[in-house]
């Protein structure tokens, strides 16, 4: 069926015709749109704020407009967005932190009320004993086949939105000073508390000491060999033994630095009279790697490399036939058939305690000062039990 369309000349909405007399005589005559016809006349005020024009199609609502002293939709629109902007604030009467409210009623109302924050709110709530036990319960229904995630895993996208997250925050100042406070002392779950306490009240005695043993025993295998951290690594020498025996001395002999009382005595009794030229056999060309007697590879380094042709190591004799001695021992004997060198182990007797306190006295010998410390001690009141520890033969290894 064919139409004709002409815009209603007020409105300028489509008329649609049937007949093409009716859009003739439309046309012709400048008819309106039906909507138009029905309307009253049109009533017109300003707008109070912006001076735009207002249209009315009553009279009644002309009046109403009036008597509210209504502003234009495009300044209401205005007020509204700026009224968003306005952040209305308090403090929480608990921390002090500061709380935004997205209308002023809502601040007074909640002022009037004396609520706190989101998190002292949560604190106090977590801390309530029916809270912990719910929780709890609800913890317990979520294990295994229960957890919502049981057998699904995180897709591709997802992991790298983790990786790429923003971790600067962790590493500011502030956070760490926030982390530290909450955290140090009395804050923290295990202040004044050990593993082996926690375990002795949730398991008993016999359970505690179980675990405690097998702890040991996993630290001592993982930090042995290559699982410790300084594997394949030179630090600071080892610290002497602190108990008052013969092999807890260390210091400097001349140039040379030695780590206990036999070694000491092997530059003296040995090296000396001989004329020979050394050095220390710690440098990392002349370490070796072998498996110990449980399986797990670990690094050895003889003591000395004598007149550049032997590599020396001192030993007390009991110790020799020690399984892991005779694995260190087969490894080195290898390196030096190797690389040209002869390998030799030495024992010697440790020098007087009189002849070490002469060594002391005269420069020769300067120690560090744990043994300083302890040979002042010894010439304030040397008993012959502590001459005759010091005098016998040094266990060392």
């Not at 049937?18 to 016809?37: E, I, M, P, Q, T």
């Not at 962790?170 to 926690?198: A, C, H, I, Q």
């Not at 050895?300 to 020799?320: M, Q």
Request: one cysteine or more; charged letters at 35%.
């Amino acid at each position: 069926m064919s139409e004709w369309i002409i815009n209603c000349p007020k409105c300028s909405c489509e008329m649609r015709y049937r007949s093409l007399d009716g859009y003739n005589y439309a046309k012709k005559h400048n008819v309106s749109c039906v909507s138009c016809r029905r309307s009253p006349k049109e009533k017109i005020r300003s707008c109070p704020l912006c001076g735009d024009a207002m249209v009315y199609r009553s009279e009644t609502g002309l009046a109403y407009a009036n008597r509210k002293n209504l502003i234009c939709v495009k300044c209401r629109e205005r007020i509204r967005d700026e009224k968003k902007k306005v952040v209305h604030k308090r403090s929480c009467p608990v921390c002090g932190k500061e709380i935004t409210y997205a209308a002023k009623f809502y601040r007074d109302d909640a002022e009037r009320a004396g609520r706190k924050c989101h998190s002292c709110s949560a604190k106090e709530s977590s801390n309530r004993e029916d809270v912990k036990k719910r929780l709890s319960e609800c913890a317990k229904l979520n294990i295994g086949s229960r957890n919502p995630f049981w057998g699904k895993t995180h897709s591709k996208e997802t992991i790298e939105k983790i990786k790429n997250r923003d971790k600067s925050f962790f590493k500011t100042k502030e956070y760490k000073e926030k982390r530290s406070k909450r955290y140090s002392g009395s804050g923290n779950n295990m202040f004044g508390k050990s593993l082996y306490d926690v375990w002795l009240s949730k398991y008993g005695k016999e359970e505690a000491d179980r675990r405690l043993a097998e702890f040991g025993e996993k630290s001592r295998r993982r930090n042995r060999g290559s699982g410790n951290p300084m594997f394949g690594k030179r630090g600071v020498p080892k610290k002497p033994y602190s108990r008052d025996g013969a092999y807890s001395w260390s210091g400097w002999y001349k140039e040379y630095h030695f780590r206990s009382l036999l070694e000491l005595s092997f530059f003296i009794l040995v090296l000396e009279p001989h004329d020979c030229t050394w050095k220390s056999a710690e440098r990392k060309k002349y370490w070796v790697r072998y498996i110990d007697k449980e399986g797990v590879e670990c690094w050895h380094y003889a003591d000395f490399v004598v007149n550049d042709e032997y590599i020396v190591e001192i030993k007390p004799w009991k110790l020799l036939h020690d399984i892991d001695n005779i694995l260190k021992r087969l490894a080195m004997e290898e390196f030096c058939w190797e690389n040209g060198f002869k390998y030799r182990v030495f024992d010697v007797k440790t020098i007087s305690f009189e002849k070490f306190k002469e060594l002391c006295e005269n420069g020769s010998v300067s120690l560090d000062k744990n043994g300083m410390r302890k040979l002042e001690k010894l010439k304030a009141g040397c008993t012959k039990r502590q001459i005759r520890c010091f005098d016998r033969e040094v266990q060392y290894a």
